[in-house]
Structures are given as C-alpha cells and as structure tokens.
C-alpha cells in the first residue's frame, strides 16, 4: 500500500522485519453467514429494511473479500501453513454467555453455536486440520485462546482479512500487536459496511500497529519469504 504524506514520520517508528512463511499464520474473520453473506441474517434484515447500505457491503465481500481471500487460503494450504479461523457468536442458543454489548446482536441474527447464521460460509468452509476459534467478544484476544494457540504454533507473523474492517479484524489485530506479533492487514480482504469506516480504520491501522499490504502484495511476500 502507498504511504500517505501524514504517515511518513509513523513509518521512521514501524519495526523492521522480514517475511518468514514457518512463522506466517493467515487469520480469517468472522466470514459466517451471521454478517458475512448476503442471504444471511444480516442481510435480511437490511434488505427488509430497505437500507442502501447493505449494497455496498455485500458488494465487497463478493466481488473482493471472498474471492481474495480464497486466494491467500490455496496459498497457505499449498504450503501447509497455519490457518486460523475466528467465529463471532454465542456459545448459547439464549445467548446469556454473551457479554452486554454483544447479546441484543447475537440474539437479532440468531448467531450461536449450532445455528446456520454461526456457520462459515461454504464457499470459505474450514479443512478438518485447521483451527477453529469462536470469541463472543470483538477481539479474539480478550474471549479465547488464540494468543496460546499462536505461541504455541511458533507463530508470530499474522496476515488478517475478513468482517468486519473497523471493528473485528481491527480489534483483534491491534490486541495482537500489543502483544508483540508482526501483523498485517490484507486490505482487498477486508470489508465493511461503509467505506469511510474501512478506508480510515486501514489508515490508522498503519500507525504503529501494523502494515497493510494487497493480496498481490502478501502473495508474492509469502512466495518468497
């Protein structure tokens, strides 16, 4: 990605490094039915509601976000690199388990554990030897085991896509950077709902927290390193 002139001083600050696949794990977020598919719960909704946004989301997610990062997964499992995937739902069908600022959410969209709204979408679906994570809180940090996972895989180089941009792909990637791994945003395999949420959260990401790369960009990274 360019660098904006207000970002050049950041980047004097940004730690070097050097790309090393046997350290890579690709992270996909939250590509459920819930708010990642068109026909999912979400998606009714808006469309029932007769909101202009839900054009531009699923828009993305079907022209870029799916078909990219189906690309960066063949890259991984060509490699049989480590791939994690993250859910966002209830581990409940009522929803208690979930925190205050999640469950009205989780219970509109019935995404829990078992529903269909939970499920990833086929098109996306997990192998049986790659990880599965469920968080019922934004960040997977602060509601999982993924920091004991990752460590425990030697895994310190993340390179994230999935929904949403500026709340669950962001969260989870800027805890990761606090707690040390090289983390890298795949923009074309990031989307939202509105595209001055995705553009500022990719902007700001770039701010210390991490890089931001294209699936071009990361393949041809993670071909050679």
Known sequence: MSKTPDNDYIQAFMAARTADFSRAALIVVDMQYATGHRDGALGRRLAAEGSNVAGYRFDRIETLVMPNMKRLLERF?????????????????????????????????????????????????????????NKTTIGAFASTGIDHLLRSLGRDQLYMGGVSTNMCVDTTAREAADRGYAVTLIEDACGTTHEDLHNATITNFQRLFGRVMSTDEALVELETG
């Not at 995937?85 to 069908?93: H, P, R």
């Not at 929803?95 to 600022?101: I, K, L, N, Q, V």
């Open 77 to 133: 499992r060509h490699g049989n690199g480590a791939i994690v995937y993250l859910t966002v739902g209830a581990d409940k069908a009522d929803c208690s388990d979930a925190p205050p600022h999640m469950i009205n959410m989780f219970k509109a969209l019935d995404n829990y554990e078992g529903s269909r709204e939970h499920e990833i979408i086929d098109e996306l679906k997990p192998r049986p030897s790659e990880s599965v994570i």
